[in-house]
């Protein structure tokens, strides 16, 4: 698909009363094909998160609400509705503590920290099988992308989840420098319920 055009809109509010903070991805974007059916969608994110950290713990509950509307001109023999939208609730929360000790690693002196995080993600099964897919694939599985909202890319699919996601990760740090010198994690997700967007 060509994409004839595309414009994206993103703000961020931060310190908002009571500490949060506002977030806003959008896009409109019109997909054009030669012969496979086209469509015009706009999408909307607005998100308020409330970022609660110290030195030691993070935690951050977030709530948003994506919205995406379509347009769609079907073509070769592609049926279904002309007119789409999509509304679904997304609710995460997301923690982690830093613990750090003195240690020596063959005679050089370091900062060891260990790190456990967990995230917890909420979003609704809602079926998207009329919805063209115009851009959307998966992620590369990866270790930032366990903690992601959506395994697809793109703005056509959003799976459903009801997820913990817990990883374990430790570093060895050059207290005069800051550098890091080693960083190893573990991670793993465990799904409440099945993923059925397809």
Do not use: C
Not at 65 to 72: F, L, S
Not at 129 to 157: C, H, K, L, M, W
Request: overall charge negative; hydrophobic content about 35%; charged content about 20%.
């Amino acid at each position: 698909y060509k994409r004839l055009p595309q414009l994206t809109l993103t703000a961020n509010r931060p310190e908002l009363p009571g500490g949060t903070t506002f977030m806003l991805a959008s896009e409109f974007v019109d997909f054009q094909h030669s012969t496979f059916t086209r469509g015009q969608r706009v999408t909307a994110y607005p998100q308020l998160a409330l970022p609660l950290q110290t030195a030691a713990f993070h935690l951050t509950p977030k709530i948003g609400i994506h919205a995406t509307r379509y347009e769609i001109e079907r073509r070769n023999g592609d049926t279904g509705d002309e007119s789409l939208t999509r509304t679904l609730p997304i609710l995460s929360v997301d923690g982690g503590v830093t613990f750090e000790r003195d240690t020596q690693f063959g005679g050089r002196d370091f900062v060891q920290t260990l790190e456990p995080r967990i995230y917890y993600l909420y979003v609704p099964y809602r079926d998207q099988s009329s919805i063209p897919n115009f851009d959307s694939g998966f992620y590369d599985f990866n270790f930032a992308q366990i903690f992601a909202e959506n395994v697809y890319t793109g703005g056509d699919r959003i799976s459903n989840a009801n997820q913990i996601t817990t990883a374990l990760q430790s570093r060895l740090i050059d207290p005069e420098t800051g550098a890091e010198t080693v960083r190893a994690a573990l991670g793993q997700r465990y799904y409440l319920v099945d993923q059925r967007v397809t």
